[in-house]
């Protein structure tokens, strides 16, 4: 059967419920990893994604973060956070649906090189690895895939010579994620679409940032190599960003053949 999984950093999905409704009606994607749903959980507005066709598991906390997996088969062995820092709860969760382990991350942004959040992102990434290597094997078919923070090459940002020590991108972020994939994993996106000008992320401050193509691929998903085999197509959906009340990010989808 096909699978199309996707990410998208909803920035606030009370805010958004509307267009993510709209969008899931028109696209209908089996499985919807969300990022800063910036709900807490008894005002997660799960009767209307119910009522949608989805199946779901999510974590949060008012104003800020939250993560959540949709899915039109049923959401399996939800977890939450890493299992020595409570606080991660709502940036972390993993999950089954139809026998492929979901990660669904919201990686800290991390505010300025020089900033404790900063280097709580690196470490962040670092027990992440741990994560995967004490829960999961590589050998398995897993899909991670979220709002990383991280725009790993010079052709994943717009202008990488003026941006370059963001800490979003970086050669130390850089090397954190690559640390991560070394544990098994495969850039789907990438596999399919080596192009310039893709892009997940337009900030708000930026006038006309889609048409004029200043944006930052943040987004992404990451699958184990057999899995990653499995995958047809992979693409990022630019046209939400253009409709009213946007988030700043868009989603990132891939097919897999499973």
């Known amino acids: 059967m096909k699978l199309t999984v996707a990410t998208y950093n909803i920035n606030s999905i009370r805010v958004r419920l509307p267009l993510l409704l709209r969008w899931l009606e028109a696209v209908h994607p089996d499985v919807v990893c969300l990022q800063e749903t910036k709900v807490q959980d008894n005002d997660f507005p799960a009767l209307e994604l119910r009522k949608a066709g989805y199946d779901m598991a ?6 800020y973060n939250g993560v959540a997996i949709l899915s039109r088969h049923l959401v ?9 820092e409570p606080k991660d709860r709502s940036r972390l969760i993993t999950a089954t649906v139809c026998g492929i382990g979901i990660v669904n991350s919201y990686v800290p942004q ?3 090189p020089d900033h404790e959040m900063y280097t709580y992102k690196l470490a962040w990434l670092g027990r992440l690895r741990k994560h995967l290597e004490a829960r999961f094997s590589p050998d398995e078919p897993l899909i991670w895939l979220g709002d990383f923070n991280i725009a790993p090459e010079p052709i994943d940002v717009y202008d990488p010579k003026r941006l370059s020590g963001h800490v979003c991108f970086n050669p130390q972020v850089t090397e954190a994620l690559n640390e991560v994939k070394t544990w098994g994993l495969v850039d789907v996106f990438r596999k399919h679409v080596p192009d310039e000008g893709q892009y997940s992320f337009y900030d708000y401050r930026a006038k006309d940032g ?3 193509g ?7 998903i990451l699958a184990t190599g057999t ?3 499995k995958s047809s197509r992979a693409w990022i959906d ?5 409709q009213e009340k946007p988030s700043d990010h868009v989603p990132v ?5 499973v």
């Open 58 to 63: 999510f974590c949060g906390q008012k104003s």
């Open 76 to 84: 399996r062995g939800a977890r939450f956070g890493f299992d020595s």
């Open 110 to 112: 991390g505010r300025s």
């Open 210 to 212: 889609v048409e004029r």
């Open 214 to 220: 200043t944006g930052w691929r943040v987004d992404h």
């Open 227 to 229: 899995l990653a085999e």
């Open 238 to 242: 630019v046209d939400l960003r253009t």
């Open 253 to 257: 989808l891939a097919t897999f053949e």
